[in-house]
């Protein structure tokens, strides 16, 4: 069977300027990089098409297919004659190279030029990350020529779009020699990785250039003496970092290998941020088409939460349908099944996991009032005992399951699934409801995530954490979002609680109020916002030869 990149390399493209075609858009409306790619220069968008959010279950380690899914279900809703566009995320440098090996789909459901779009595609992530660390000089610079703010303790951190664990942790040292007015200077510094950033957040749910511009300037950069928060824009950065940032907040056009419209656009991630794509890209997915496929990362806990409790209030949009991918070895494993005979039949094992997906759709429909397909990706292996347990088991629970295949059969494998969807799209619109009120204090907001999403008892805050409360309150904030950064793998904090735990509690180790992205995050757990690479990264395994034909990528 052909690989990935092989299926890839192997389609013809058409040219960008067909594909936005399709959407309405004329060669006046793109920015051209090259010929099948173009960045959409489009002032005024006007949200308007049916718009479907793809999730999953937690993930585990045999994977669930999010994106692959979401590309087949837009094909297979343009194959039933229907004007549909993707917004769907960059992906980042760091798992490229570390684990995932790529993350533009797969199989037959895929977006192209794969291989741009997992490395550097039009350059966005770099001009986040060149933003980003443009503050982290300027904060630097000031403190070194006498620190008129007072910075006591700074709050921002530079970041690389790669996996580097050594820069977890770095000292920073300058020296004044006989420079007027400066002195030595040293501090302790860690990196983000580019996903992790305010920056990246900020992009993400900026409208558009004067709200990028604004956002930036009320990042929080440090505390002084009085306990008080120094903003970007008491630096005068703003304006450099978003004249940087000028193209990067434009949503970028690419096709699917059947020549969908694809709008690829932001990256954060859904474990350590708030996952989605672009405010702009889905906007614009919704204003050129009728109906809109996006995504929101890992299981629904973490990214359709955030999606729904964060992006919509901000956007003001709101899913027509959701779509919850698991597979049956997945759920396998989450019921205790040995990772190494996922092939053979184990209903006992799956009826074990089958609470986690369970859990996920409960939530859509009960917390967040959202009509839910679920999407059951196909293996060759699945008997037919154990897809009828999955059938089953989602009727039980007022929902339907669609086996697809779109990673053989791209478009085609989707039909079925897109029927679906669209069968729910065009029933009758029911208002979005959220897990938590705005106005509420963080540790309510932080409670009824964890009791009404994840399914705990609470949470715990450490000595830091209570400390942050303090700081954010003496400085005047509330009303806003809560992001919860925690394990992917769990509706826990703890990784090794799989399917669906019950009695457990979230332990809140920091707060942190990011004030550009305008929402509060709680970090739970022992999550790291700078990864590492594993024993064998995926960047052994890539390769070019001579004549630039590119292996590896996935």
């Known amino acids: ?51 479907i959010l793809v999730t999953s279950i937690n993930p585990t380690a ?41 993350a533009a789909g797969g199989g037959y459901a895929q977006v192209v030029p794969m291989a741009d779009i997992n490395l550097h595609f039009t350059g966005d992530l770099h001009a986040i990350t060149s933003a980003n660390n443009l503050l982290c000089a300027m904060i630097d610079n000031h403190i070194f020529r006498g620190n008129a703010l007072d910075i006591q303790r700074v709050c921002f951190h ?24 400066c002195s030595d200077y040293e501090r302790k510094e860690s990196f983000e990785i580019t996903a992790a950033s305010e920056v990246m957040a900020v992009l993400c749910l900026s409208r558009d250039l004067a709200d990028l511009k604004e956002r930036l300037g009320n990042i929080v950069v440090g505390v002084n003496s009085k306990g008080e928060y120094v903003y970007a824009r008491q630096l005068g ?28 656009h932001g990256g954060p991630f859904a474990n350590i941020a708030h996952g989605c ?104 292996t699945d008997s037919q005992e154990e897809i009828e347990t999955v059938m089953e088991a989602c009727r039980n629970a007022g929902t339907q399951a669609v086996f697809t295949d779109v990673f053989l059969k791209g478009g ?26 705005l106005n509420d204090d963080i540790k309510t907001k932080i409670n009824d995530i964890v009791t009404k ?35 992917q793998y769990s509706l826990s904090d703890d990784a090794k609680k799989l399917a669906r735990p019950a009695g457990f509690t979230v332990h809140v180790r920091d707060i942190m109020y990011k004030g550009g992205a305008k929402f509060i995050v709680a970090v739970a757990g022992d999550i790291m916002l700078m990864p590492g690479l594993g024993k064998v990264p995926s960047a052994e395994k890539i390769d070019i030869d001579g004549n630039g034909v590119i292996t590896g990528l996935s």
Not at 165 to 179: E, P, V, W
């Open 158 to 181: 530079r970041c690389m779009d790669m996996n580097d664990r050594a820069l977890r942790d770095i000292t920073l040292s300058t020296k004044a020699g006989k420079m007027k007015g």
């Open 62 to 102: 045999s994977g669930e297919g999010k994106t692959t899914v979401s590309i087949g279900l837009a094909d297979g809703i343009a194959r039933l004659g229907k004007k549909v566009c993707l917004a769907l995320r960059e992906p980042s440098l760091g798992p490229v190279f570390g684990v995932k090996g790529g």
């Open 277 to 380: 794509n672009s405010v702009r890209a889905t906007y614009a997915a919704m204003t050129f088409a009728d109906y809109a496929v996006t995504e929101a990362g890992f299981g629904a806990d973490l990214g359709a939460e955030k999606f729904l409790d964060t992006k919509c209030r901000v956007a003001g949009i709101a899913p027509d349908c959701v779509v919850v991918v698991a597979t049956v070895k997945a759920l396998k494993l989450h019921g205790g099944a040995d990772k190494n005979n996922l092939s053979e039949s184990d209903v006992k094992a799956l009826k074990a996991g089958l609470p986690n997906l369970l859990k996920h759709v409960e939530n859509m429909k009960k917390v967040y009032s959202r009509p839910v397909v679920v999407a059951m990706n196909r293996f060759a």
């Open 1 to 51: 069977m052909l690989s990935d990149i092989e299926i890839a390399d192997s389609c013809t493209l058409k040219d960008i300027r067909e594909i936005a075609q399709k959407l309405g858009l004329g060669e006046d409306d793109l920015e051209l990089y090259g010929k099948y790619k173009a960045k959409i220069n489009v002032a005024r968008l006007n949200p308007k098409a049916k718009l």
């Open 412 to 437: 085609e494998g989707g039909e079925e699934l897109a029927r679906a969807v669209i069968e729910k799209c065009d029933g009758p619109a029911t208002p979005l409801t959220y897990a938590y009120n």
């Open 237 to 264: 950065a703003q304006g450099a970092m978003a004249t940087l940032l000028k193209d990067a907040i434009n949503p970028n056009l690419v096709q699917t290998l059947e020549g969908t419209p694809a709008i690829i």
């Open 453 to 487: 999403v994840y399914g705990g008892e609470g949470a715990t805050y450490s000595e830091q954490a209570e400390q942050s409360l303090k700081e954010i309150a003496a400085n005047g904030i509330s009303g806003l979002p809560v992001i919860i950064a925690k394990t």
